[in-house]
């Protein structure tokens, strides 16, 4: 997996938040069996996010590492439902990272595909 990957800024905005960035179908996965390198940074318009892959495969029960109140406010913007899957299949996670004042939220799924075995898929890079 490339330790820096690059992407341009798109808009979609809401009123609380903005999406800076849609991936592509399995535009970026992460195989915790082959990837060793459990650390990605991405670079969206000369902001580097560090996304800790393992971080999202431990917090992938409790859809992520963000308050619940924040939660219902960015399953409501995705219309994510209380059962629903994320677009690869997988289980529904929200990741913040904290970057110059801004609030950063990577939207995956995680897929455990055998035992102790996960994907993690990139889906959006939003800011709240």
Known sequence: MNQEL???KGKD??????????????EII?????DKN?????NIENI???????????TQFSLGNIPNNEIN???KYLDVGDFSKA????????????????????????KEVSNSRYLV????????
């Open 87 to 110: 677009p690869c299949g997988g289980f529904v996670n929200f990741y913040k990272i904290n970057n110059k004042n801004l609030k950063y939220v990577i939207y995956s799924g995680v």
């Open 38 to 42: 459990h650390i990605l940074k991405l």
């Open 73 to 75: 406010i960015l399953k």
């Open 30 to 34: 992460y195989d915790s069996f082959i």
């Open 121 to 128: 898929t990139l889906h959006k890079v939003l800011i709240m």
């Open 13 to 26: 905005l809401d009123r609380n938040m903005e999406s800076i960035y849609t991936f592509n179908n399995n």
């Open 6 to 8: 690059f992407f341009n």
């Open 48 to 58: 580097i996010l560090k996304i800790n892959f393992k971080e999202i495969i431990d």
